[in-house]
């Protein structure tokens, strides 16, 4: 019988540790345990043989860590080797216990690198090793995969990516988790069940790291939220070091006792992880014998997840922060069209503060890459907000490249009930997961009336279910059209919204604020028609969460609706006094501060208060050189001799920082651009991570008005190299922490001898000395951020 | 954890100067939310060492040669190979920073320095009790890239211990630890107690280092 229908009927047992087992049997420090499958045979199929004969119905290959990162064919033998090498252990074992009805997992733990940006390993490089394994695990005749003790929701990601691209085999997934039931990357339980059930896994479920006790309240967690069937592999309890050993102290009858509550509580599949042996699992099975199994049930909540957090989209209802769309916004069309990410960034950011819940992410403009520039936003937006995101394009080339990288189950926007449509947007949403927003809208327009939009909703639906995606994944957007043109829309859409929730239970979005196009005090109309529009049933707003008037009437629904008990979430955001920190920004004597002194202080918002009063009197050029570059230098002379500090430094850079945006916005407003005093170009060379000091000198050159092209960290010398040739830079600073790093700084600065003689090169970073610099052949060690500016001053100037 | 108020402001160059309340407030704030990033963990293992000709040293299956590590493990039958980590999510917190308020990244960077400073030093503690019961003694940690210990051993301590599958800790190709607020640390164990063993700050060699502990 087919595993699929086999867990169906039944409780499933995996079998227990192998790593310990091995090292009893003599495996050395640091040895590979997967060579073990070439050198000693015998022993790793006995091992299976064990717990064969334990009554466990699925035993794991050995080879957690048989990937091309350890098994190179140089000096090792290759993946292909180790994997069917150990594939026919346990196949063997299979054939020496005599019950032909065993299941051989391939198993697959982490890489045993950390993907970008905490390592260096790229994501898709990461599913190109698994994709080798699980190629070498098919071919052998490997029963299923089973990917294991992963702790990042991204490698977990990469590695069902490869499982279901290179082969047809069911696929298992359980992750490590702490007491907490975190991952090492911060993901939840209900983050990491979104996230493998959108990707359309097997079975899910926790293993290593705890013991059974520990697991039993997680399992819980997990019961609540999958779908499918949950697999609980705990070690025998907790690790304790002892004389130096790794030792695990519960036993076989305390760890089957609760691995039987554990079954009980609802786990399909029970095994065992680090510590246990064939004993643990043969008396667990013993004892699981009375238990019947919990079915296992669709759980119908639909859900959005970032790496961390999960979000359900229910009968609370969910704030979608649309600022990240360049329509009708100037500044963002400009940070888009120059690659200016931070003024995204902090977008992104303003609207996780003013309380939303996911946030659209359109990157869509005429003259731009929108596949390369949808796919950096999502991945910078990711390593600063925690929050899911909604996916929107309209290039269903950008929405699969965004798919695939994006670490969670995404909001896709969108698909509509058009046919090319829904073949277009439908697999993507079965391959990658996902909850997708469909528009009311077809081949012939957007119905009139609500009939005409439920009938699309219908159509969407079947259609969506024909791929195999749940209607719990589909949030019905019921389109709202401004009023000022057919004042019936709203009432059209407000039914739509009441149709879709009472006759066919499902979920609906609204882009709200359309509703008041082309009138006067929009924010008062759109507030009370997204009232209305909650009231009728709608799930997901996508509004601006800075629109005070919007997020009153998200409060106060959910007050008046029992959403927000005790009207606790009204108190808070309506009932308090002003925050300590905000009037410590407006309170007296930081407002009158000159813009010199703010900036002295480090101070934000003073300083941002004095140029803004500033400007109404004097030229921008004027605050600049006799204000703004006075005050820095105060503080770059303070630095240098010590009597101010690194983080004074910053702090005045930023408060700096924002009298400049004031200036920019001005000049901006009156059309004059922004002078520069010429262009700079900064990395962390390639091989090092690092970039918290050339941030630092990033943040004082734009200070001190030059153009800096900042390339990031691990940058190749050719991407160096050609940035410099194409934008004549005359200065390049190039940061390096670590020796082992100083070879490619040396090799970027040999590549801009020969490419761009005329470029200086000046470089920084923990391990370099003068005398470094000198070897490798730099014009320039900078000691520090001042020195960077003072050398950037002699180059420019023309003194060097 | 506590927050290592003296030795952030160190490793933020501040040296004996006290810095004002502004900044004091900023240290608090960071600790506050790098506190909650913290997943520290550890692991380590004993094995017999063995002392060979011109500096080389056995343990583990590792051979290394070393005439600083020879001297700072002289006397010791066994070797205790050590790493920690503070976990990926304080990366993430300072990456975060780096990109948004480079002020808070710094703090936060020399905070969590201190950490996983502080945190070795709690399990050094532990480790030297545990081996007390046993007539050992600890010399102190001595890490990878100190004096000519070679970086490169970095790799197959890392190996050894497992430390990818047991705490989440990993090369990069350069040798860079991922998480970067990680140690990775032999500790010798001898039957004699020779005390006056200097570590950290006072064994290193750069006496003009800005940010050298006061002692």
Same mark, same amino acid.
Request: glycine letters at 22%; charged letters at 20%; proline letters at 14%.
């Given at each position: 019988m087919n595993i699929l229908e086999e867990m169906k009927k039944r409780l499933l047992f995996f079998d227990g540790g192998m790593g310990t087992l091995l090292q009893e049997a003599g495996l050395a @420090?640091?040895? +590979? @345990?997967?060579l073990w499958n070439l050198s000693h045979p015998e022993t790793v199929t006995h091992l299976h043989l064990d717990y064969l004969n334990a009554g466990c119905d699925i035993i794991t290959a050995? !080879?957690?860590?048989?990937n091309a990162l350890k098994f !190179?064919? $140089?000096n090792t033998p290759t993946v292909e080797e180790v994997v069917s090498a150990a594939i026919a252990n346990a196949k063997n074992a299979v054939t020496q216990c005599g019950c032909p009805s065993k299941y051989v997992a391939l198993d697959m733990g982490p890489t045993g690198k950390l993907l970008k @940006? +905490?390592? $260096?390993?790229d994501f898709e490089d990461a599913v190109s090793l698994y994709r080798q394994t699980v190629l070498a695990g098919a071919a052998a005749g490997a029963d299923l995969i089973l990917i294991e003790t992963m702790g990042d929701t991204y490698e977990i990601k990469a590695a069902v990516l490869a499982a279901k691209e290179a082969s047809d085999l069911p696929v298992f997934v359980t992750a490590a988790f702490d007491e907490q039931g975190t991952l090492l990357t911060g993901g939840s339980i209900p983050a990491v069940v979104a996230l493998l059930e959108g990707l359309g896994v097997d079975a899910l479920g926790l293993n290593c790291g705890l013991g059974p006790v520990q697991m039993k309240p997680l399992t819980g967690e997990f019961l609540k939220y999958a779908s499918i069937p949950v697999i609980v592999n705990p070690n025998a309890g907790l690790p304790r070091a002892e004389a130096g050993k790794t030792v695990f102290d519960v036993g076989p009858e305390e760890f089957s006792s609760v691995m039987k509550e554990i079954a009980e509580d609802g786990a399909r599949m029970l095994g065992g992880c680090c510590g246990t042996t064939p004993e643990h699992i043969r008396l667990m099975i013993d004892k699981c014998r009375t238990v019947s199994p919990v079915p296992v049930k669709e759980k119908n909540i639909t859900v959005v997840s970032s790496y961390t957090k999960a979000v359900e989209i229910g009968p609370d209802p969910v704030i979608i922060g649309e600022r990240i769309n360049p329509t009708g916004k100037k500044k963002l069309k400009e940070a888009l069209k120059s690659g200016d990410l931070e003024y995204i960034l902090k977008e992104g950011l303003a609207q996780v503060s003013g309380g939303a819940h996911v946030l659209d992410v359109n990157v869509g403009l005429p003259d731009i890459d929108e596949t390369g520039m949808m796919c950096r936003v999502i991945s910078e937006l990711q390593s600063v907000v925690d929050l899911p995101l909604q996916i929107d394009t309209s290039s269903p080339a950008a929405m699969e490249a965004a798919l695939r990288l994006y670490n969670g189950k995404a909001l896709i926007n969108s698909v509509n009930g058009k046919a090319e449509s829904m073949e277009q947007i439908f697999p993507l949403v079965k391959k990658y997961g996902g909850v997708v927003v469909a528009l009311t809208l077809d081949e012939s327009g957007i119905p009139e009336t609500w009939e005409g939009r439920i009938a699309i909703a219908e159509k969407i639906y079947a259609a969506a279910a024909s791929y195999g995606i749940a209607k719990k994944d589909i949030l019905v957007d019921c389109l709202a059209m401004t009023i000022s043109s057919d004042q019936s829309s709203a009432l059209t859409t407000l039914e739509t919204l009441r149709r879709v929730r009472d006759d066919l239970h499902g979920h609906t979005i609204l882009g709200v604020s359309n509703i008041s196009f082309g009138l006067p005090a929009r924010p008062v109309i759109n507030s009370f028609f997204f009232a209305m529009a909650l009231q009728n049933g709608l799930n997901a707003a996508i509004v601006n969460p800075g629109s005070e008037d919007m997020m009153k009437a998200y409060h106060s629904f959910r007050a008046l609706t029992g959403r927000d008990l005790q009207c606790a979430a009204f108190i808070e955001q309506y009932g308090g006094q002003p925050s300590p920190a905000a009037s410590a920004q407006t309170g007296p004597g930081a407002a009158d501060l000159s813009l010199k002194e703010a900036i002295i202080r480090g101070l934000k918002e003073a300083s941002k208060h004095a140029t803004e009063t500033m400007i109404k009197d004097l030229p921008p050029l004027e605050i600049i050189n006799s204000h703004l570059i006075p005050a820095l230098d105060v503080v770059g002379k303070g630095f240098e001799t010590k009597t101010m500090f690194l983080p004074q430094l910053l702090m005045s850079a930023e408060a700096a920082k924002a009298a400049f945006e004031v200036i920019k916005t001005t000049l901006a407003a009156s059309g004059i651009s922004e002078e520069k005093k010429g262009t700079v170009v900064i990395a962390t060379v390639k091989g090092d991570i690092h970039d918290i000091g050339k941030n630092i000198v990033k943040i004082l050159l734009e200070n001190y008005s030059y153009q800096v092209i900042d390339l990031g960290r691990d940058v190749e010398p050719e991407l160096i190299a050609d940035t410099v040739c194409s934008t004549h830079a005359p200065l390049a600073g190039l940061s390096a922490l670590m020796t082992t790093t100083v070879p490619s700084m040396e090799a970027t600065i040999r590549l801009l001898r020969q490419r761009a003689p005329w470029c200086r090169v000046m470089v920084g970073g923990a391990v370099l000395t003068q005398e470094y610099a000198d070897m490798i052949g730099a014009d320039y060690y900078a000691k520090d951020a001042m020195a960077s500016v003072h050398y950037a001053e002699t180059v420019f100037s023309g003194n060097n | 954890m506590n927050l290592n108020y003296k030795e952030t402001i160190r490793y933020l160059g501040y040296g004996k100067q006290e810095p004002d309340a502004a900044i004091r407030a900023l240290i608090e704030g960071c600790w506050l939310e790098l506190d909650a990033s913290l997943s520290p963990k550890c692991t380590w293992d004993v094995y017999r060492l063995q002392h060979k000709e011109e500096n080389r040293l056995c343990f583990a299956g590792m051979e290394v040669t070393s005439k600083s590590l020879n001297k700072n493990l002289a006397g010791c039958g066994f070797i205790l190979l050590f790493a920690a980590t503070l976990g990926p999510r304080v990366d993430l917190l300072i990456g975060k920073y780096t990109r948004l308020q480079m002020s808070r990244a710094v703090v936060l960077q020399a905070a969590a320095a201190a950490a996983i400073e502080d945190y070795c030093n709690g399990i050094n503690t532990k480790l030297k009790s545990v081996m007390a019961e046993k007539g050992l003694y600890l010399r102190p940690r001595f890490s @990878?890239?100190?004096? $000519?210990? $070679? +970086?490169?051993h970095q790799r197959q301590l890392i190996t050894v211990l497992d430390t990818p599958k047991k705490i989440g800790l990993t090369l990069t190709d350069s040798l860079i630890m991922a998480p970067a607020k990680s140690v990775t640390a032999v500790i010798g164990l001898s039957e004699y107690d020779t005390r006056c063993h200097l570590s950290g700050c006072e064994a290193c060699g750069k006496t003009d280092c800005e940010f050298r502990r006061f002692s």
């Open positions: @420090p640091g040895e +590979l @345990p997967e050995n !080879t957690f860590g048989a !190179t064919g $140089d @940006p +905490l390592g $260096d390993l | @990878p890239g100190y004096g $000519d210990f $070679d +970086l490169a």
